[in-house]
Antibody
Framework: QAQLVQSGAEVKRPGASVKVSCKASGYTFTDKGITWVRQAPGQGLEWLGW????????KYAQNLQARVIMTTDTSTSTAYMELRSLRSDDTAVYYCATTGWATVTDFDHWGQGTLVTVSS | QSVLTQPPSVSGAPGQRVTISCTGSSSDIGAGYDVHWYQQLPGTAPKLLIYTDRNRPSGVPDRFSGSKSGTSASLAITGLQAEDEADYYC???????????FGGGTKLTVL
């Protein structure tokens, strides 16, 4: 059974960067892709992007592609999401989830979420 | 404003049947892209409920079912139980945005 464990909560100043990790276990890491989704307080789900753990191909949400970078480390089965130039409206719980390796499909296993708070 | 439109809330008594709609357009659901549904219990991560329009992952009760027609999809829940009280989200792909889109979410209240 796939399991994703994310890094702990972060508090950042506006303009800073944050890097969230997502360590996978229970499956062959390169057989799947990792997608990132965030949820602002009291709001719905927003898709951030996807990375194939098989070949490193990425696809980012248009409104974030200038500020987000997604990477993987296959040696440790860990995915990373870095968001730069943080603003107060980036405050949210950030989730990673497994999905297809060739393209984004359904999100079948989710991490526990990482709260990122952006505040001066 | 979400690309996919869901009712903000639905409710039903225990044992009843409820449906949650997810309305898109010709660039997402209407273009034939798969629709997936998630259940999010309070304070927890979302959980995959229905994938590829109508398929249930292992462990999801058959009280949950999905369908799709034209530019819309629906999630039906029969035999409502108190534990079904949660937020429900639909997800698809939008070719004009070249990315994944979610519905705004529907809060299900079991009366």
């Amino acid at each position: 059974q796939a399991q994703l464990v994310q890094s702990g909560a972060e508090v950042k100043r506006p303009g800073a960067s944050v890097k969230v990790s997502c360590k996978a276990s229970g499956y062959t890491f390169t057989d799947k892709g990792i997608t990132w989704v965030r949820q602002a307080p009291g709001q719905g789900l927003e898709w951030l992007g996807w990375i194939s753990a098989y070949n490193g191909k990425t696809k980012y949400a248009q409104n974030l592609q200038a500020r987000v970078i997604m990477t993987t480390d296959t040696s440790t089965s860990t995915a990373y999401m870095e968001l730069r130039s943080l603003r107060s409206d980036d405050t949210a719980v950030y989730y990673c989830a497994t999905t297809g390796w060739a393209t984004v499909t359904d999100f079948d296993h989710w991490g526990q979420g990482t709260l990122v708070t952006v505040s001066s | 404003q979400s690309v996919l439109t869901q009712p903000p809330s639905v409710s039903g008594a225990p044992g009843q049947r409820v449906t949650i709609s997810c309305t898109g357009s010709s660039s997402d659901i209407g273009a034939g892209y798969d629709v997936h549904w998630y259940q999010q219990l309070p304070g927890t991560a979302p959980k995959l409920l229905i994938y590829t329009d109508r398929n249930r992952p292992s462990g999801v009760p058959d009280r949950f079912s999905g369908s799709k027609s034209g530019t819309s999809a629906s999630l039906a829940i029969t035999g409502l139980q108190a534990e079904d009280e949660a937020d429900y989200y639909c997800q698809s792909y939008d070719s004009s945005l070249s990315g994944v889109v979610f519905g705004g979410g529907t809060k299900l209240t079991v009366l």
